[in-house]
């Protein structure tokens, strides 16, 4: 007896020291890359010291202070769908794998990282029914290239309000608040009840107010067209049940569950299976597991594989697309939903990202990794030297490590070139980092670290 579970034991050590990544590093990195992310005033205890203080004077058209937050990604935005949805998703990781955190020794860094959006959200909510949506223009920004604390471009303010709603970007910033009361309740619970209330009363604006945020402001367009708002009002209703266990927001579930399109992934603008995993948790009604069971089922036998096994679902951003599919169905794992399939297919796909290949996507993790990953702030040198489109055009690497930062990755044949103009495989954002931070935290929660 003794003998077969010493061989047991050493036959698991064996398996998994065949493919063998420091996770809690992973969860580390990740969480710098977030740091050099930041926008605002940089705190005394930043770690990314290459970043300064950057765009100071962003407000909105009365003159309100709406510095801070995050740049989305390579990029100057701020953009605040993407923002809050990245918040949402460190928030549910923080609250349902904070052990996972733990082991890292991030847990504290980790709320930091929420807080740093959660913080800005609060500015932008200046009264009930108006949140400032986006900091910077889609069009203009794209058009300079150097460092964020240099930049002398306008930086427009856009809002959605009661004449120009926006249900999908106002429910998933309930969302984000909601989640984030969880997080914070234990810590501090004024900063938490504040959360709570602003969460309530933006979700109240979407549900009364209907529209899409693009439909209420055309600059964001051509970045982040919105495909609907349905499934924001289930997934934001879904939290806010969550945080208050008040009723109401399941009748709310109820109402608008039924035309919202399901089985398409999860991602900032498609919620469903991120609504229906959380609601077959929190209502344990078998119709959302059920779901979910099918949608785990066909994406992990039936979606398209790179030939090197990457289930691949989009071009662009495609190992971050993986990532938050694997979150969701590590969370249908965790109902005891065939959850030894779901997790050894989310250690591949993470495995996969790594280093698996020989080449990690994650930015300063491995021997061999991007160098050249589209990202402005990462591309300048130092001040006081001057950077420019120079500096986008040279085959040099970057000169600053953009540690953490998973970037877009391969296409369908695992091809992928680390070049600085291919924004589609080699950008970076921080909502790409945020579904894949959680699955490892997750598999850390697991044991599976080394
Ligand atoms: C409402 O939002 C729209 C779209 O952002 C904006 O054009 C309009 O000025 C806002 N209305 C008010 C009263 O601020
Ligand atoms: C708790 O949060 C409030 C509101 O954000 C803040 O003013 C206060 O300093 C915080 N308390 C602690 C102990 O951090
Ligand atoms: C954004 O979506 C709307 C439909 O809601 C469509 O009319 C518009 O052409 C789209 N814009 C872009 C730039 O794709």
């Known amino acids: 007896m003794k003998l077969i579970l010493v061989l047991a034991v050493a036959l698991q050590v064996f398996i998994s020291n065949t493919e063998c990544y420091n996770y809690k590093e992973v969860v ?28 100071l004077n962003d407000k909105g058209v009365h003159g309100e202070d709406l510095t801070g937050g995050y740049y989305d990604a390579g990029d100057f935005v701020k953009f605040g769908f993407q923002m809050s949805f990245t918040a949402t998703i460190l928030a549910w990781g923080l609250i349902d794998h904070k052990k996972g955190y733990e082991e890292a020794d991030s847990l504290e860094e980790g709320r930091k990282a929420l807080k740093w959006a959660l913080d800005y959200i609060l500015k932008a909510h200046v009264s009930e029914n108006v949140l400032y949506a986006q900091v910077g223009s889609c069009t203009t920004d794209h058009n300079n290239w150097g460092r ?71 600059d964001v367009e051509g970045c982040y067209n919105s495909s609907g708002y349905e499934d924001e009002l289930v997934w934001g209703a879904a939290w806010l049940y969550r945080a208050t266990e008040d009723k109401t927001y399941l009748t709310y579930v109820d109402k608008e569950y039924t035309p919202i399109q399901y089985y398409i992934g999860f991602s900032w603008d498609q919620k469903a299976g991120g609504a229906d995993v959380l609601l077959a948790k929190i209502t344990g009604d078998s119709k959302y597991l059920t779901k979910m069971k099918n949608y785990c089922d066909q994406i992990m036998t039936t979606q398209q594989r790179t030939p090197k096994g990457l289930i691949f679902i989009s071009q662009w951003g495609s190992l971050s697309s993986t990532a938050y599919v694997m979150q969701i169905c590590l969370e249908t794992a965790a109902l005891g939903v065939n959850a030894a399939t779901y997790r050894a297919e989310a250690k591949k796909q993470i495995n996969y990202m790594l280093g698996d290949t020989g080449f990690s996507y994650l930015v300063g993790f491995g021997s061999k990794y991007p160098t050249h990953c589209h990202h402005r702030a990462a591309s300048c040198p130092d001040a006081p030297a001057t950077c ?52 490892v935290a997750a598999l850390i929660e697991l044991g599976y670290s080394d």
């Open 388 to 439: 420019g489109w120079a500096q986008f055009s040279t085959p040099d690497p970057n000169p600053h490590v953009l540690t953490g930062a998973l970037v877009g990755g391969p296409g369908a044949n695992d091809d992928y070139t680390d070049v600085r103009n291919d924004y589609v495989h080699n950008e970076v954002a921080t909502y790409y980092n945020s579904g894949f931070q959680t699955v």
């Open 148 to 218: 964020p604390e240099d930049m002398t471009e306008a930086r427009p303010a856009f809002m959605i309000n009661t004449t120009h709603p926006g249900s999908d970007m106002a429910a998933e910033t309930a969302a984000a608040l909601a989640a984030g009361y969880m997080v914070f309740k234990d810590v501090n619970a004024t900063y938490a009840n504040t959360l709570l209330t602003h969460a309530k009363q933006l979700y109240s604006f979407a549900y009364k107010y209907r529209g899409k945020y693009s439909d209420a402001f055309t």
């Open 28 to 55: 580390q990195k990740s969480l710098l890359f977030y740091e050099a992310q930041r926008s605002g005033k940089l705190p005394a205890d930043q770690r990314v010291k290459w970043r300064k203080d950057s765009a």
